[in-house]
């Protein structure tokens, strides 16, 4: 038995009790297990911690910080352990209310297609499932690498007769189903640094698709954005009033409103139950060099100073060589006071003791320690950083590819550390 085979049925095995359990027992044992997820998965706790404490427009408590972590791993660990119920779910309206879907019905029978836009909030998978009881559609997803796996979650997706396409297929099949009248549903908050349009979503840029507002406007339909909430065994759909393409006015500026529009909406809807939305992907995603290594392709990081004058100058002159290979990431930089970085940042924090740089701060997930303060790499890693990286190993990870007469050149040991082989 191949290992992909016997990672599918061990999972099919051991959550095949939860198909025969109500929902209310599923979302109980699913906030346990979420909660002993958050204390287990390291990785994934810093990213959303590191995410919620990025989004500006909440100015939670460190507390209140770690309750909304919380909330969302145990969300998370729901949706999971509700796939093997849903499999067997015969009549979802038991399960799934939409309180508004009025307007959408009548464009439907109109004949006019229509974009469902939505994001990951509690178990966005009903939103599919409920819109295919009521109309022909068609949704985007991305396939995981366990082919048995994913076959089988397509096979929920689909149980109402709508039909899953992939990524590459999306923009020529959504032109297809919205030119005869049928839907295409958008799970729209991926951070896609490639697609040269950024919203401030909850207060800090956020680059995104604008695929839906581009097949809105081709197609002459609308968008609808569509918000889900957990309730008491079950969910409550809710849908906006639709937000029509302006073709009396430049495709590009069409675009750009129809996406902020439909962004807006996501937002408010987001802060209104933040433990149920998604925190753990990379929703800040940033521009980074294609050569970067993945290790050190962070959305936010940390440039930490020394306070002698002589060591300040020697590593302020090279950091403009760091800001080339970090061109658009969230750059914090904790500076000894009176003295100015070489190049600019999102925030300049001064201390005066070296003891200052120790900050309560979520927010930075890769740190550049130039200081030989040894206390910042403990502290920062049990915060949200994946790595506290000093110019001793920089250097060491630099050696290998640099020639004798460029090791002590500041500026290549940043390119040879963290990019790899052949970058510009």
Not at 92 to 105: D, G, L, M, Q, T
Not at 248 to 256: D, F, G, W, Y
Not at 351 to 368: A, Q, V
Request: charged content about 25%.
């Amino acid at each position: 038995m191949d290992k992909e085979r016997f990672q599918y049925l061990l999972i099919r095995v051991a959550t095949f009790p939860f198909s025969l359990m109500p929902y209310t027992w599923i979302h109980r044992i699913g906030k346990v297990l979420g909660s002993i997820a958050f204390y287990c998965m390291r990785e994934y706790r810093k990213r959303t911690l590191s995410n919620l404490s990025l989004a500006t427009d909440f100015s939670f408590s460190r507390k209140e910080l770690i309750s909304i972590a919380k909330k969302s791993f145990q969300n998370l660990a729901i949706n999971c352990l509700e796939y093997p119920r849903l499999s067997k779910e015969k009549d979802f309206s038991r399960v799934i209310s939409c309180e508004n879907p009025e307007i959408a019905n009548t464009l439907y029978k109109e004949g006019k297609g229509i974009i469902f836009f939505c994001g990951h909030q509690s178990n966005w998978e009903v939103l599919f499932l409920d819109g295919t009881s009521r109309m022909q559609g068609i949704a985007i997803g991305k396939p995981i690498k366990n082919k048995l796996l994913y076959h089988w979650i397509v096979s929920i997706r689909e149980k109402n007769g709508g039909r899953i396409i992939a990524p590459r297929n999306a923009v020529r099949e959504g032109l297809r189903a919205l030119k005869k009248g049928a839907f295409i549903g958008i799970v729209g908050d991926q951070g896609m640094p490639d697609s040269g349009y950024a919203f401030p979503f909850l207060g800090r840029r956020a680059w995104t698709s604008t695929a839906p507002a581009l097949l809105a406007y081709k197609t002459e339909s609308p968008i609808i954005f569509a918000s889900t909430h957990r309730v008491k065994g079950g969910y409550k759909i809710q849908y906006s009033d639709p937000i029509w393409p302006n073709l009396s006015q430049p495709m590009e500026l069409s675009v750009k409103s129809m996406m902020d529009q439909v962004l807006t909406l996501m937002q408010e809807s987001v802060k209104k139950h933040p433990g149920e939305w998604l925190w753990q992907h990379n929703r800040w995603k940033q521009q980074t060099l294609k050569t970067l290594y993945k290790r050190f392709r962070q959305d936010c990081i940390c440039i930490i100073l020394p306070q002698a004058e002589e060591e300040f100058n020697k590593i302020s002159i090279h950091l403009p060589s760091l800001k080339t290979i970090y061109p658009s990431v969230f750059l914090f930089i904790l500076a000894p006071a009176s003295r100015i970085p070489s190049i600019a940042a999102d925030e300049v924090i001064f201390y005066s003791d070296l003891k200052e740089t120790l900050l309560d701060d979520f927010r930075f997930k890769l740190i550049f320690n130039f200081t030989n303060y040894l206390p910042i790499h403990r502290h920062y890693e049990k915060l949200s950083a994946f790595e506290v990286l000093d110019l001793a190993t920089l250097k060491a990870l630099a050696a290998p590819h640099l020639p004798d007469h460029l090791k002590e050149d500041l500026s290549e040991i940043f390119k040879k550390s963290l990019c790899r082989p052949g970058a510009p």
